[in-house]
């Protein structure tokens, strides 16, 4: 079984890889690059979100958000303005161009994944589903593991 489970495991990196350059391909006239472009959807889903929230929610250091909020504030997508009580927040705020971009963004994505499950039944798609969740589960406690054995 072991080298079946390497050829999955292939196929899921080929898989995410080919899913990336879609993305990449779809969103290259916007003028924001993928993890900026991640962050402007993250911030469209969730506006209140403080710059530590979204680095949590990202799983990237809160230095890697502040580069790429700085990023997007210099091309229009979004705004700052310091807290009035606290100098040290930023409320972060999606602009006019930012909602267009996100706007866009959403009907590129369902066709992006229309195109990745052309001749996918609905019962094929709940296994599937199914099956990644396992792989899912699996993988979160392996790593839990991990992270115990460190401590």
Not at 25 to 51: A, D, N
């Amino acid at each position: 079984m072991g080298e079946k489970q390497h050829q999955i495991v292939n196929l899921f990196r080929v898989a995410d890889r080919i899913l990336k350059r879609s993305i990449d391909k779809k969103v290259e006239g916007t003028g924001v690059y993928r993890s900026q472009h991640r962050l402007l959807m993250l911030l469209g889903k969730f506006p209140e979100c403080s710059q530590t929230e979204i680095a949590e929610k990202m799983e990237v250091s809160p230095a890697a958000v502040a580069v790429s909020l700085k990023k997007l504030e210099k091309s229009g997508y979004v705004s700052r303005q310091c807290n009035e009580n606290d100098n040290r927040v930023n409320h972060v705020a999606v602009t006019e161009k930012g909602w267009k971009t996100i706007k866009a963004s959403i009907n590129d994505f369902i066709e992006i994944e229309n195109a990745f499950f052309v001749g996918f039944s609905e019962e094929e798609m709940e296994q599937l589903e199914e099956y990644l969740r396992r792989i899912i589960k699996n993988g979160d406690i392996y790593y839990q593991s991990l992270l115990k054995q460190e401590n």
